[in-house]
């Protein structure tokens, strides 16, 4: 039996989870560099202990798609939209290409769809190493793990069209969100994203400093 597929609604409000607001993933261009193989952070932070930490955060993407790029940190928004219009029932995230194209208020074509996998190439095949850098909600400490964004993804052909032309015959395309991130978003350390506001800025820099300073900003708010 088939899944049918959702319809979407433009809602301008998405979720974000902090550590990856915190933290880069992506690179901010629109093309893949070949002398960039890795994102590097290294910080220090006091804790609520008053214990001084330094923190390190290191992004490194497989050797034949490299590093996730600009546009991959949008199609990442839009798959959390999708994840959390669904209730964050399961990691695993079903969607169409059409979809996805929807919520970002792109152009529906071939090459669109076609970046929208190579999107999927890039974040399936990046590594995060963090050491004292991931916030743990549950045990309310930093702890050191190495993960992927996205753990697999299956996509179906579509043709593009006015809407989504995916043979009623085949099952959802979707992607699976890392246990250790999912396991993030359920302990409800993730914060509202006003996606229309995120969509409206020009430069990849920019939407990277809104999604950072909004962290910053909830952070203050919460505590």
Do not use: C
């Amino acid at each position: 039996m088939t899944k049918k597929e959702p319809e979407t609604v433009l809602q301008p409000v998405g979720k974000d989870e902090m550590n990856l607001a915190e933290y880069p993933f992506t690179l901010l261009t629109r093309r893949v560099s070949e002398n960039q193989k890795t994102i590097e952070v290294q910080q220090q932070v006091r804790t609520e202990t008053g214990e001084v930490i330094t923190q390190s955060w290191v992004v490194t993407g497989s050797d034949r798609y490299g590093l996730p790029l600009a546009i991959d940190e949008d199609i990442y928004i839009a798959l959390m939209k999708i994840l959390k219009d669904g209730g964050f029932r399961d990691r695993t995230i079903p969607f169409t290409r059409y979809q996805i194209l929807r919520i970002l208020g792109k152009d529906i074509s071939k090459r669109e769809y076609d970046r929208i996998q190579q999107s999927l190439d890039r974040l399936v095949g990046t590594t995060i190493t963090s050491k004292n850098a991931f916030w743990d909600n549950r045990t309310r400490s930093y702890v050191s793990k190495a993960f992927h964004i996205f753990e697999s993804y299956e996509l179906y052909r579509e043709q593009p069209g006015r809407k989504s032309a995916r043979s009623p015959e085949l099952p959802m395309s979707y992607v699976v969100l890392s246990s250790f991130l999912f396991e993030s978003v359920k302990s409800g350390y993730v914060k509202n994203l006003d996606i229309e506001f995120y969509l409206s800025l020009r430069t990849p820099l920019a939407k990277r400093l809104f999604r950072f300073l909004d962290k910053k900003a909830y952070n203050i708010r919460t505590f």
